[in-house]
Structure formats: structure tokens, C-alpha cells
């Protein structure tokens, strides 16, 4: 079974939102409001102006991170985050698709948003002057921050923000120079958040190749968590680190259900976690939450925590 401890699930005291996401080794953040929905299910202290205040701090940055995929990561951890994850590949595929015109994408998107302060991609399009639209422009962005020259802002409106890293963060980001260094900190790191798991788990979470998370892997040592009492049930948002973690999901999740959590095209459903087992989806419309379990669950279990997700979503702790 996968360790509800090594996920902070059972919610110890006094860690902040920085801590968290060091503990975790990043947050999977492409939709805000799930991503601050994790951190409520692994804090019974924390509010979601708390953890805004992390990220507009800058002690938590938004950026492209495992597997391309967008991320909250601590700013002490972004120069071995950075230096593992990063890729360009695909991104120049997007921007020839986009129809990205510029001799140099790098220096376009790099001067645009030099001094600019955050900028939603309705102000980046203004300011391209058609040289770039759409998902052309996150491209855009995407590749200078492969160069760590741009990370996400705070949300504008409920609309993403970007900004230069020099503006936002005081310097670009320098990637790790030493690999194996960064290779190691990310196994160990990973290890801790992750009991149990395999080489093949760190190579699907992160998008490295197989070969460098075995490497990695024989850096580290594992430290199984102390072997405590679950905390009986959780409301887990869509794409939270306990189901995103791993290679498979099938110790967590029947295989008859899968397709009421993974509906398809993209979609991730928030889970009910019965003992650490997924039981069931919820959703939620404002402040309202609504729970649609797989099976009969004792009566009154979610209770606590539907009334904790309500708490949180109306601004409290």
C-alpha cells in the first residue's frame, strides 16, 4: 500500500506551504484551484491565502517542471528541478505547428516580457504584434523558460500570468550544473515522498529516461516512514500527487472504476481515498461539495472532511 504518511495525507502540524512542496518535491499545478486543494488535504492549518502568500512571496514558483507538465517548486529547488526537467523538444515542434514566425523565438518572447512585470497572454499578444497567437505565445513562453528566462506570475483575473524569471524571481534560473548531483537529490527527494517505489515509478513521474532514473535510483537509499494508523478518508483534488506519483495506479484504484476517475480526453476527477484506496469522486460548485462514492461507505465518514473542503473553499483554514 502505498504510504499515506510519506504523502503528508494524515496532515502533520506547522508545515507551511513551502514546506510542503519541498516535502513533496513539487505540486502538480496546471489547475490553481486543485493544486491548492492538495495542500489542504495535507494541512488542517493552512488557508488558501496562505499558500498565495507562498507563491506571490516567491518562496513558491510556478513553472514547467515533471514530465512538462506545470508545477508549483520551491525556489531553493529549482536549479537541480530545472536542470532534470527541462526540454525543448516539443516545444519547438509547437511553434513551428503555431505558425511562430520569428528568426529568434528565444530573443522575442525574452524581450517582450523583460521589465513588463506579469503579463496574460492577451497582453503578450498585444505586445507580438502578430508574430505569435494563442498557444504559440505559452509556447513561446514555454521555450524561454527551458532557458530559465520566464516562470508563471500569479492569476490575473483567473487567467495565468507570465513573467521574465529576472523580474520575478531576482536572477534567471541557472540550471544545476552538476547531473549527477541533481540526479541524486531528486532520487532521494523522491523516495521520501513516494514509499514504496521503483526505478520505473521515478522515470514515469519525472520524464526521464529509464537508464538515468536507475542511476539515480542507486544514488539513494530508501527510508520507509513510520508505520502509523491512515487517516480514514480524504477529498483529493484532480491530479493530486498520490494518484500522479506513480507508474500505475492499480494498488490504489480498482480497475472497474478507473474509468469513472480517468473518464478520457484529458479529464482527472477529484477521488475519494478510503485508506488510502480510492472509493469513490466528488465534485464541487462553489462551496457546495458533492460526493459519488463506488460503493455504501460507513455513514458519517466523509463528513469531517466535506465540512474541512467547505471551510477551505470559503477562505478559512
Known sequence: MRSIEAQLLHRPSGLTAGEIVRRLVAVQAQDVPAALLAFRARSATLSPADVEAAWHGREIVRTWGPRGTLHFAHIDDLPWVHA????????????????????DPLGLIAGTLDG???????????????????????????????????????????????????DWLGAPVVPEPDHERALKELAIRYRRAHHPAAPEDLAAWSGLPLGQARAAWGMSADEPPPDREGPGARLLPAFDEYLMGWRSRDPILAAEH???????????????????????????????????????????????????????LAGEP
Do not use: C, M, N
Open 116 to 166: 513588463q512585470g506579469p503579463l496574460t497572454k492577451a497582453d503578450l499578444e498585444d505586445r507580438l504584434t502578430g508574430r505569435a497567437r494563442g498557444q504559440g505565445i505559452v509556447a513561446l513562453v514555454a521555450l524561454a523558460a527551458y532557458h530559465g528566462l520566464a516562470v508563471l506570475g500569479p492569476l490575473h483575473a483567473g487567467k495565468p500570468t507570465y513573467v521574465h524569471a529576472a
Open 84 to 103: 532534470l526537467t527541462r526540454r525543448d523538444t516539443h516545444i519547438l515542434r509547437r511553434l513551428r505547428e503555431e505558425g511562430v514566425t520569428a528568426d
Open 258 to 312: 478507473a474509468k469513472q476517475v480517468f473518464p478520457g480526453g484529458g479529464v482527472l476527477r477529484p477521488v475519494v481515498l478510503v485508506d488510502g484506496v480510492i472509493k469513490g469522486v466528488w465534485g464541487r460548485k462553489g462551496a457546495q461539495v458533492s460526493v459519488r462514492p463506488f460503493e455504501s461507505l460507513p455513514a458519517g465518514l466523509l463528513d469531517d472532511e466535506i465540512a474541512d473542503v467547505r471551510r477551505f
